[in-house]
């Protein structure tokens, strides 16, 4: 290969499809949000419990965002896979101190991702039982169109 030739590939610049990650990262993925004062792993612990799932936390796949003052923040991500249907579940929190993950949905305390081949069915059951939890003030389906930073959400 000639030095030009060399230098025309190096100068070759790759650019990142964001949107077609968001789609494929967020289909057959119905979003819930939810508001709870309790602290992620106290949250979590009480979802397991009630629902008999295993969220864990593993700090490697905690989101990672800066903020203005180029702070790095990291919000807490909580995963299941559901061994008999293969579902995948994740629980982002929302809040570090005074910043949100999702400014749009700044109210909210948590996302619940619901991935698999029925999610918007998931959903309707999981958001009735969570409102009969006494911890959750909140629990509703979010459209994935009113997020404008959906692209924190991928891990």
């Not at 990142?16 to 106290?42: C, H, K």
Request: proline share 5%; glycine share 4%; hydrophobic share 40%.
């Amino acid at each position: 290969m000639s030095l030009n030739a060399n230098r025309a590939a190096m100068s070759l610049k790759m650019t990142l499809n964001v949107a077609a990650m968001q789609e494929e990262f967020f289909s057959d993925t119905t979003l819930l949000g939810i508001v709870s004062a309790l602290p992620g792993y106290r949250f979590c612990w009480l979802l397991n419990e009630k629902f008999d799932l295993n969220f864990v936390r593993h700090a490697d796949s905690d989101v990672r965002i800066y903020d203005a003052q180029k702070r790095e923040l990291f919000f807490p991500l909580y995963k299941y896979r559901a061994p008999l249907n293969g579902n995948r579940y994740r629980i982002y929190k929302l809040k570090h101190e005074k910043e949100s993950l999702l400014p749009e949905v700044r109210q909210l305390d948590y996302l619940w991702t619901i991935q698999g081949n029925t999610p918007q069915q998931d959903a309707v059951e999981i958001t009735g039982l969570l409102r009969h939890i006494p911890e959750v003030q909140l629990a509703q389906p979010i459209l994935p169109e009113r997020l404008k930073n959906l692209a924190h959400l991928i891990v």
